[in-house]
């Protein structure tokens, strides 16, 4: 073995070990799901600074509740709810890293 590999080698297991200090305890509820449907929502929208998203704890379940202009309302549910619903699996998806059940619906 070459110093070369033995020094990446070196590299990945010491980012393998500071991954694993990661301390959950100080995360945010729902903070992954939240930053990406903020990064999509405003993606998508005419003002995204008016986009807001709104965090709600029921039980072991994450609430996302998604506030945005009257005039992007209909950008973001999108024909026959498409864009909503591909919200919906991302921000699901986002969750299930961190190991929570996240649900996302737009507040009017």
Known sequence: MSDLEGNEREGNEREGN?????DDANSVPGGRAVAVAEFVATSFVDTPDAIEI?????GSDIMLSLHADRGDVGRLIGRRGRVINALRQVVRAAGSVDGERVSIDIAE
């Open 18 to 22: 500071e991954r694993e200090d990661h």
């Open 54 to 58: 709104e965090v709600r704890e029921r």
